[in-house]
């Protein structure tokens, strides 16, 4: 099944938009003594047991499952050893997304091999300044797909993605070309922002493709207006970050459950609001 059957499958089983970042921060250990996890002398045994429980506790509330690259490679052999374990730890009905953000043009066709062939994952993040030269060796697997960064949340981004003209902006125009490398099945975007306003401006661009959204759960933002100015006008189209905080609760399950609650009744008012 390729990448878009397995997501839409998942979503209808589990009723659920929420993708899970599977990410060993070492930052979060201390955290983790609330959960009686981190008391071994080697982090990696630490973070794989939380990762783990993580797993455990949402395999079947989450529509997908993300993993940050980033966070593997810093911890060195060991890392992509774990990245290793944690992949074949993941049901294999649940699609996996691999987060990198990747934009080497000239390792593109052999990191497509590892990552698709031997990692198995079916999806990966991309940024999209080498163009669709850069896509085309990920896209020849048909069956698997990709994320194309189109908006990204630092505030010193901001410089680069409002150039030109406030209703043309570069970010807009990224989206644009992107819809032109693939399907909607196999070219998804990627959006970091809480602002409303610009998920509103990329929806009325992208009215068909699914965003995967990021850096949603900051302390200013209103979680119900980032939903409705990023689902399309059946109350689709977006997959929804869990925040890390939620991650380290005891409670995890019911508060995934909690959320998924919360997502159907936005997207049933919407729908509602939409029909009358």
């Given at each position: 099944?390729?990448?878009?059957?397995?997501?839409?499958?998942t979503?209808t089983q589990?009723?659920s938009?929420?993708?899970?970042?599977?990410?060993p921060?070492?930052e979060?250990?201390?955290?983790?003594?609330n959960?009686?996890?981190a008391?071994?002398?080697?982090?990696?045994?630490?973070?794989?047991?939380?990762l783990?429980?993580?797993i455990?506790?949402?395999?079947?509330?989450?529509a997908?499952?993300?993993?940050?690259?980033?966070?593997y490679?810093?911890?060195?052999?060991?890392?992509?050893?774990?990245?290793?374990?944690?992949?074949n730890?993941?049901?294999i009905?649940?699609?996996?997304?691999?987060?990198?953000k990747?934009?080497n043009?000239?390792?593109?066709?052999?990191f497509a091999?590892?990552?698709f062939?031997q990692?198995?994952?079916?999806a990966?993040?991309?940024?999209?300044?080498?163009g669709q030269?850069?896509?085309a060796?990920?896209?020849?697997y048909?069956d698997?797909?990709?994320?194309?960064l189109?908006?990204s949340?630092?505030?010193?981004?901001?410089?680069l993605?409002?150039h030109n003209?406030?209703?043309?902006?570069?970010?807009?125009?990224?989206?644009?070309?992107v819809?032109?490398?693939?399907t909607?099945?196999?070219?998804?975007l990627?959006?970091?922002?809480?602002?409303?306003?610009?998920?509103?401006?990329?929806?009325?661009?992208a009215?068909e493709r699914?965003?995967l959204?990021?850096s949603?759960?900051?302390?200013e933002?209103d979680?119900?207006?980032?939903?409705?100015?990023g689902?399309?006008?059946?109350?689709?189209?977006?997959?929804?970050?869990?925040?890390?905080?939620?991650l380290?609760?005891?409670?995890?399950a019911?508060?995934?459950?909690?959320?998924?609650?919360?997502?159907?009744q936005?997207?049933t008012d919407?729908?509602?609001?939409g029909?009358s």
């Amino acid at each position: 099944m390729n990448f878009y059957g397995k997501l839409n499958e998942t979503i209808t089983q589990n009723q659920s938009l929420l993708v899970v970042g599977l990410d060993p921060n070492l930052e979060i250990l201390p955290i983790l003594e609330n959960l009686s996890i981190a008391k071994r002398d080697n982090p990696i045994d630490n973070l794989q047991e939380w990762l783990e429980w993580v797993i455990g506790e949402t395999r079947d509330r989450v529509a997908a499952y993300k993993l940050n690259l980033g966070f593997y490679q810093a911890l060195g052999v060991d890392g992509l050893e774990l990245l290793g374990r944690i992949l074949n730890k993941i049901p294999i009905e649940l699609p996996v997304i691999l987060d990198d953000k990747h934009g080497n043009l000239n390792i593109s066709t052999v990191f497509a091999q590892t990552i698709f062939e031997q990692w198995r994952v079916h999806a990966v993040t991309l940024t999209p300044y080498a163009g669709q030269d850069h896509a085309a060796p990920f896209l020849i697997y048909a069956d698997q797909a990709i994320f194309v960064l189109c908006h990204s949340s630092n505030p010193r981004a901001l410089a680069l993605q409002e150039h030109n003209h406030p209703d043309n902006t570069l970010y807009l125009e990224v989206v644009k070309q992107v819809q032109s490398w693939g399907t909607m099945e196999q070219v998804y975007l990627e959006v970091g922002s809480n602002n409303p306003d610009i998920l509103r401006k990329i929806r009325a661009v992208a009215p068909e493709r699914m965003i995967l959204l990021r850096s949603i759960w900051t302390e200013e933002a209103d979680f119900q207006q980032i939903l409705h100015a990023g689902f399309d006008r059946n109350g689709e189209g977006l997959l929804i970050p869990l925040s890390l905080d939620l991650l380290a609760k005891k409670n995890l399950a019911s508060e995934v459950a909690k959320l998924n609650q919360q997502v159907a009744q936005i997207r049933t008012d919407l729908i509602q609001a939409g029909s009358s």
